[in-house]
């Protein structure tokens, strides 16, 4: 990774998998990093075991549920006051809720909607009016999965609110290109997290069956 040095980066969903690893990966090129999680013991343990590891107080943590518009606002301007800066926003909270077509609620289909998708394009929204008003050439990158772009059973409305990330990314590039900001989303396969791990106990060999490599995704792998 580049160097970060003075810059400001802010992850969601990242107590653990993907965006912890991104977390660690940026306070290690010398930003400083606000990280995301619903549950705020997690939030807390995670940055101190990143700060612990590098030697430095570079990572903050924020407890809110990005799906809680007026919570994820104050929390990004908040850490955007801090430092006088936003560089980077990585909105990779999301959740799965497995289900087939026939037998989804209503109740799991707003959830997954309202985390995946409200929660995604108003930290968007947020990043970049942060980073207008400072004039700051930003990065936003969206986290979409591969399941945005091929179907799989039992993941149909995951999948959808995916997709629908990868449209979002689009939309919104062709709004702040003006600004400098560029907005990208990214789409990991079948990565092993203790999420999708807890899941899935057998999420490892189940995907490494039917993967190309012969393997899983790990965090690595992303950051």
Same mark, same amino acid.
């Given at each position: 990774?580049?160097?970060?040095?003075?810059?400001?980066?802010?992850?969601?969903?990242?107590?653990?998998?993907?965006?912890?690893?991104?977390?660690?990966?940026?306070?290690?090129a010398g930003?400083?990093?606000?990280?995301?999680?619903?549950?705020?013991?997690?939030?807390?343990?995670?940055?101190?075991?990143?700060?612990?590891?590098?030697?430095?107080?570079?990572?903050?943590?924020?407890?809110?549920?990005?799906?809680?518009?007026?919570?994820? $606002?104050?929390?990004?301007?908040?850490?955007?006051?801090?430092?006088?800066?936003?560089?980077?926003?990585?909105?990779?909270?999301?959740?799965?809720?497995?289900?087939?077509?026939?037998?989804?609620?209503?109740?799991?289909?707003?959830?997954?909607?309202?985390?995946?998708?409200?929660?995604?394009?108003?930290?968007?929204?947020?990043?970049?009016?942060?980073?207008?008003?400072?004039?700051?050439?930003?990065?936003?990158?969206?986290?979409?999965?591969?399941?945005?772009?091929?179907?799989?059973?039992?993941?149909?409305?995951?999948?959808?609110?995916?997709?629908?990330?990868?449209?979002? &990314?689009?939309?919104?590039?062709?709004?702040?290109? $003006?600004?400098?900001?560029?907005?990208?989303?990214?789409?990991?396969? &079948?990565t092993l997290?203790?999420?999708?791990?807890?899941?899935?106990?057998?999420?490892?060999?189940?995907?490494?069956?039917?993967?190309?490599?012969?393997?899983?995704?790990?965090?690595?792998?992303?950051?």
């Amino acid at each position: 990774m580049e160097r970060f040095d003075h810059q400001a980066v802010f992850v969601t969903g990242a107590g653990a998998g993907i965006g912890f690893a991104l977390c660690k990966a940026f306070a290690e090129a010398g930003a400083h990093v606000g990280l995301n999680d619903l549950d705020a013991g997690l939030a807390a343990r995670a940055s101190a075991a990143i700060n612990a590891g590098i030697g430095r107080e570079a990572v903050h943590p924020y407890a809110f549920d990005v799906a809680n518009v007026e919570a994820m $606002q104050s929390g990004m301007r908040d850490f955007c006051a801090r430092f006088d800066r936003l560089d980077v926003l990585i909105a990779n909270a999301g959740i799965t809720n497995y289900g087939g077509f026939l037998e989804y609620t209503p109740e799991a289909f707003a959830r997954v909607m309202q985390v995946n998708l409200t929660g995604s394009y108003f930290s968007a929204q947020t990043a970049a009016h942060l980073m207008i008003e400072r004039r700051i050439p930003g990065r936003i990158v969206l986290m979409s999965s591969i399941t945005g772009i091929q179907a799989f059973l039992n993941l149909g409305a995951y999948g959808i609110t995916k997709a629908g990330i990868r449209m979002m &990314a689009r939309s919104i590039a062709l709004e702040l290109g $003006q600004y400098g900001i560029t907005v990208n989303a990214i789409s990991p396969g &079948a990565t092993l997290t203790e999420r999708t791990l807890a899941d899935d106990p057998g999420f490892e060999e189940n995907w490494a069956s039917v993967t190309p490599t012969g393997r899983a995704g790990y965090v690595e792998d992303i950051t």
